[in-house]
């Protein structure tokens, strides 16, 4: 492809990514194909002569558009929201266009540059104490790939730190802390690792946030048995349920120890650039007790995937951990320790120029347009609240959080009535209904167990959805809740406990 026809092939793909936009409404929210459709329809080897432009853009719709869940459609409730925004999206492509690995500043000093100021734009937008801002030269922030990626580096640096302290502590003495609600991250940090990992109990009553006298007790549990705990994982708002962990609680506990505090906020953390709901989302302590701090752009924030912001209050345990530096890699600045060389914060060396797409966002939605999206999506998701509160067949398994409320069915049952259900009953019933949503291609809610009860989440943040596509979903939730009922009835009454 030369330029000109990179011209009118980028002309076209720019059309139909904006007929998919117009079309996003009448897809099917979840695709409908079935494992292995693609290896069906492709050849088994890449064709040996090059092939025309068009045939090869035309498949991209034919084949490929069908086997796509459509994260950005309005009735998408699953999972957690993916942001897409024409602005990231443009980022992506004047990325791609330079295609460049960024890894030391003279690679490409913009590179390096921009990412350190929109880390400080974004620390100022959530409200981060100067220690984490890049121009303190103390503390720093750096775009990582994933938020489990944010965890690794975290995890490798508290490492570094507390093994520094305690020399001569055995590898297979160290434990990581999590809870049970902790992303699989922190696990799949201990695998990648070799370490231990401790899941720490959280309690209903507590909202499933961990308290300090939990931690205190493990503390005190594994240090006399040997062990060294050197790093926990604090979440505010989980996967699961968006529970909030107790950082005061964990920062009075830890206060003093060497005992590294990573705050993962993949998903909850952007709620901080609202000052309403700093205080829930604990920005005091995360200010006061983290070490490091991961929130993630490509969910709820606006900028097209991948995106994970992470901040460490001590850059130098970052670099100390992670920096290697061959002779070809020197580099007089470098060398100063005048620039920031990237490649020492995170596992690869080369790394996509992100900060673009985040510096087109900030800078197109203002950091008042930031906020008012995610003030969009809360207010949407109390509206579901205030609908799931009106109705006698359905409560709450956890406290709504932020633009997340998790549910399930709940029968009310008339006095005298013959059935008692069980958990496993109730369990069954709201499988279900929810595999019954499955059924329908016009939303997508996606499951969770919390505590050993099954329950149906519903996460707001697509950037298109509205008040009616709520209303449409609640519709809908309604249906399909009346006829799993319908059936989950005349079963429990045909087998009497
Ligand atoms: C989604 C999520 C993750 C994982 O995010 P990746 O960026 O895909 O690694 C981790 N923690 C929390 C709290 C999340 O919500």
Not at 19 to 48: M, N, T
Not at 134 to 142: C, K, L, M, P
Not at 176 to 201: D, E, N, P
Not at 424 to 452: A, C, K, M, W, Y
């Amino acid at each position: 492809m030369d330029i000109e026809q990179f011209r009118k092939a980028g002309y076209q793909a720019i059309d139909r990514i904006c007929d998919y936009f117009y079309s996003l409404e009448k897809r099917p929210v979840a695709s409908q194909v079935q494992p292995g459709y693609l290896r069906e329809a492709l050849p088994d080897s890449a064709p040996e002569q090059g092939e025309e432009w068009d045939t090869i853009a035309d498949d991209y719709q034919k084949l490929i558009l069908p086997g796509i869940t459509h994260w950005q459609h309005p009735s998408f409730f699953a999972y957690f929201p993916t942001a897409s925004t024409f602005e990231g999206l443009l980022g992506d492509l004047y990325a791609s266009s330079t295609s460049n690995p960024g890894f030391n500043w003279n690679s490409s000093p913009a590179c390096t540059e921009l990412e350190a100021v929109v880390m400080d734009w974004s620390a100022k937008l959530f409200g981060l104490g100067d220690h984490f801002l890049n121009s303190s030269e103390i503390g720093g922030g750096v775009i990582q790939t994933t938020a489990s990626d944010s965890a690794l580096v975290a995890i490798v640096a508290a490492r570094s730190a507390y093994t520094k302290k305690h020399p001569g502590v055995k590898h297979e003495d160290l434990i990581i802390y999590t809870t049970t609600q902790t992303h699989s991250l922190g696990t799949k940090a201990a695998l990648v690792l070799g370490l231990q990992c401790r899941a720490l109990q959280v309690k209903a009553e507590d909202e499933f946030g961990l308290r300090g006298d939990t931690l205190k007790q493990a503390i005190e549990e594994d240090t006399k048995q040997g062990k060294h705990p050197f790093v926990i994982i604090a979440t505010i708002g989980t996967t699961s349920s968006g529970a909030i962990d107790r950082l005061n609680e964990i920062g009075e506990v830890v206060k003093g120890s060497s005992l590294w505090v990573h705050v993962d906020a993949a998903w909850a953390g952007v709620t901080l650039s609202c000052p309403e709901f700093r205080d829930i989302a604990q920005l005091d302590y995360i200010n006061k007790y983290g070490d490091s701090l991961c929130v993630n752009f490509h969910k709820w924030g606006l900028v097209n995937f991948d995106a994970s912001a992470f901040w460490v209050r001590d850059r130098k345990l970052l670099t100390d951990a992670l920096d290697i530096t061959p002779e070809y890699l020197r580099t007089k600045h470098g060398d100063a320790g005048t620039v920031i060389d990237y490649r020492n914060w995170h596992l690869a060396l080369g790394r996509r120029f992100r900060s673009l797409k985040i510096w087109f966002v900030l800078r197109s939605f203002g950091q008042e347009g930031f906020r008012n999206y995610i003030r969009k999506s809360v207010a949407l998701n109390n509206y579901f609240v205030s609908l799931v509160k009106q109705s006698p067949s359905f409560s709450f398994v956890t406290k709504p959080s932020f633009a997340l409320t998790v549910f399930r069915l709940t029968p009310q049952l008339h006095e005298g009535s013959k059935i008692s259900p069980t958990q496993e009953s109730l369990n069954d019933l709201n499988r279900e209904f929810h595999n019954r949503t499955l059924t329908r291609p016009e939303i997508l809610l996606t499951q969770t167990v919390i505590d050993g009860v099954f329950c149906i989440r519903f996460a707001v943040g697509a950037e298109r959805t509205t008040k009616e596509h709520i209303d449409k979903a609640w519709a809908l939730i309604q249906e399909e809740a009346e006829v799993a009922l319908g059936i989950w009835a005349k079963k429990a009454v045909s087998v009497p406990n």
